[in-house]
């Protein structure tokens, strides 16, 4: 309701303050942009419609549809069974398959060498292809990048399904290199910049750069592209550094011919939701909900974000709220679920709450972690006036 409304009031996306929720007993600071992108949500209804369309075919997905287990098991619940998980593991053989399997591409994309082995059993592989558009505008650039003799560096994490599939795709068409963040990308600007042995460079990044990668080379003209769940600000600031150092060995009157700007690569819903939040950061509350899968990349980093200011606590579904003093949720740093007593402090005053969530987490969720949290302040059947009323006169922060 909240969002529709935002859409309406503001559908050139102008406006990044949060929504204020005031429902008496507690306030929910709701986020501008979280929840369902268009290539999410686009891909869900592929899926379905393809079980809707193959009621007598075995139907699969590569892999996780999107990063959150609600999704995933009602995809299973529909007939759906899954390839393989998010890092590549087989749950079923490749010999399993046949020509007249329906297998569904999934949001992230896939690799070239899976597209040509499922051609080879004789699937359809386009059919069902549910790749966001915005992976495939990256795989473009790479490809542009590649033939223009760039080498394609990629922001990204190297065993999630995305940047598997986007480093396979640039390595068609140039040599490219995976690195996971600033830190790497400074051990990459050492070697450019003549502090780094070859050896050590090679070593430093076994595994994740192309077959017959010569940084002597292939260092010298480079584009920046990414997975599109990382971190915006950290992707330009990765670009921003190697250009930098590649001013330094060059000259600026020579930059140009060596470093190529790629800042139209950056996925729109993932840097909304991420200046969403920051805008949250501008604001005062007790505390923050996020919502979204654990192993879902731009969650983690919307959690990173409000970890800066509010205590935080990143569930995946409303059943981990189990009373007024209990909360069970996810330590992405440690990768390991914690249990907090008291989460909700008792200020004395309406708690101001943040919420928001990921681009894989259904809005129906976040709409359930409200409800909950609000039943512990009053009764469940106060909540529908109370929002009728609060959406009269929505606030800013």
């Not at 929720?21 to 979280?34: M, N, T, Y």
């Not at 809005?363 to 039943?375: A, E, G």
């Not at 059947?381 to 800013?396: H, P, T, Y």
């Amino acid at each position: 309701m909240i969002k529709e409304y935002r859409r309406v009031q503001d559908p050139r996306k102008q406006d990044f303050q949060p929504a204020v929720l005031d429902l008496g007993s507690v306030r929910f600071i709701i986020a501008r942009h979280f929840g369902f992108c268009y290539g999410v949500e686009n891909a869900i209804e592929i899926s379905y419609k393809a079980v809707k369309e193959n009621p007598d075919k075995r139907v699969f997905l590569l892999s996780q549809m999107i990063h959150n287990p609600l999704v995933n098991a009602d995809l299973q619940k529909h007939g759906i069974r899954f390839i393989m998980d998010t890092d590549g593991t087989p749950f079923i053989s490749w010999d399993e398959l046949n020509k007249d399997d329906i297998v569904i591409i999934p949001a992230f994309g896939t690799t070239i060498e899976i597209e040509q082995k499922l051609e080879r059993i004789g699937i359809e592989v386009q059919r069902y292809n549910t790749t966001c558009p915005f992976v495939e505008k990256v795989w473009n650039r790479s490809e542009k990048l590649g033939k223009e003799d760039y080498t394609i560096i990629i922001h990204g994490k190297y065993r999630h399904e995305e940047t598997r599939a986007t480093f396979s795709h640039s390595s068609v068409s140039g040599a490219a290199l995976i690195i996971r963040d600033i830190r790497e990308a400074r051990l990459l600007g050492d070697y450019i910049a003549g502090g780094m042995s070859k050896d050590d460079f090679l070593r430093t990044f076994e595994g994740r750069f192309t077959a017959g990668f010569d940084p002597e080379k292939h260092l010298v003209r480079l584009g920046v592209v990414n997975q599109t769940t990382m971190l915006a600000s950290e992707t330009q600031a990765i670009a921003d550094y190697l250009r930098k150092v590649i001013t330094a060995r060059y000259g600026e009157a020579n930059y140009r011919s060596h470093f190529a700007d790629t800042r139209d690569t950056l996925c729109y819903a993932t840097n909304d939701n991420q200046e969403a939040t920051r805008a949250l950061l501008e604001i005062e509350a007790d505390m923050a909900v996020i919502v979204g899968g654990y192993n879902s990349s731009n969650t983690s980093h919307i959690v990173e974000l409000c970890e800066e200011k509010f205590p935080t606590y990143f569930i995946s579904a409303p059943d981990e709220i189990k009373s007024k003093d209990e909360i069970h949720h996810f330590d992405f740093r440690q990768k390991e679920k914690k249990v907090t007593h008291g989460f909700l402090p008792d200020t004395g005053r309406p708690l101001n709450i943040i919420i928001t969530s990921g681009a894989s987490c259904p809005d129906t969720i976040v709409d359930q972690v409200l409800v909950k949290i609000f039943s512990y302040f009053e009764k469940e059947d106060l909540l529908e006036a109370r929002i009728e009323k609060a959406m009269g006169c929505l606030l800013s922060p």
